[in-house]
Structure formats: C-alpha cells, structure tokens
C-alpha cells in the first residue's frame, strides 16, 4: 500500500508491526522514488516537503508525515487513510522484509531459535519471505502498550 523513503525506515517497521504493508526499496534519489511509487501504485510516505511537491505534481499519492513522535506519526497515517489497527500480533508483516508472517509449529523452529527461547516460548510465527522465526517475548510487551498508545490518540 505505501512506500516510504529511507529517513521513515523506523516508521516502515512499525507499520509493519500493526499488519501494514510498506516497501522501502534502495532507490538513488527522489526521481527514481517517485517512479517506483507511480509504477507500483504507492502511496508515498515521507517528511521531505520538496519531495512532497515533485510527487504531488506528477499525481502520485503522497502522504507528508508530520515531524513528531513516532507514536503520533503512526497514528496521523493511520487516520489520515481511516486504516483500523491490526490485531498484534497475528495480522503483522514481517517487520524487516515486508513479507507475510504465517504461524510456524513449534517443532518447525527447533535449531533456528536459541534453545532457551524454544524451551520457553510456544507461539511462533515465519515470515514466507525470509524465513526469519518470531515469537511473543519481552518486546512484544512493549509493542502492545505503544498499541495502546496510538489507539489513543486515533480517538
Ligand atoms: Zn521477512
């Protein structure tokens, strides 16, 4: 749904947290970033006013990402496209790929995990893509109470 510029890479995976797809291919510079958004039908993410103006010129979506907390970032794209937030974490992309997660069983992961999260942890998931193992663990616990936060200031 969206592509966003290198300066919004943290934004990228958080939105990819919340179950959003985002690209945030290698591009060299702003033309070639345009082209891509215009080529793949991309809402283009960034905080780059000029940006901003060369893509709205060529008609190609643009969102300007306000500068301010990441929480209050994620929430103006999530209203501004009335996006609902996903329910964490089973409707989360992958966040370093953008691929689709799928649940894994546990004894899919034994040897890809470290022993102690694999004798601890039962939920897991695997990104189709690059096959990277997630699990509920501490940061999920975090991820969830910045979940709240953002519901918050949707409202
Ligand atoms: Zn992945």
């Known amino acids: ?67 301010k907390n990441l929480e209050e970032q994620l929430a103006s794209i999530l209203k501004e496209f009335s996006i609902p937030l996903g329910k964490f974490p089973s409707e989360t992309i992958c966040p370093k790929c ?19 999260t694999f004798e601890e942890v039962d939920s897991f998931w695997e990104c189709r893509n690059c096959k990277h193992v997630f699990w509920e663990g501490s940061h999920t616990g975090r991820i969830r109470s910045a979940v709240r936060r953002i519901r918050d200031l949707m409202e």
């Open 1 to 67: 749904m969206f592509v966003a510029d290198v300066m919004l890479a943290k934004v990228a995976r958080w939105l990819r947290i919340l179950g959003i797809r985002v690209e945030s291919p290698e591009l060299k510079d702003d033309g070639e970033f345009i082209e891509y958004a215009k080529e793949n039908k991309l809402i283009l993410l960034t905080m780059d006013v000029e940006l901003s103006k060369r893509a709205r010129k060529q008609n190609v979506g643009i969102f300007l990402v306000p500068k």
């Open 98 to 116: 953008n691929g689709e997660l799928k649940t894994a069983e546990k004894k899919d992961v034994e040897g890809r995990v470290q022993k102690k």
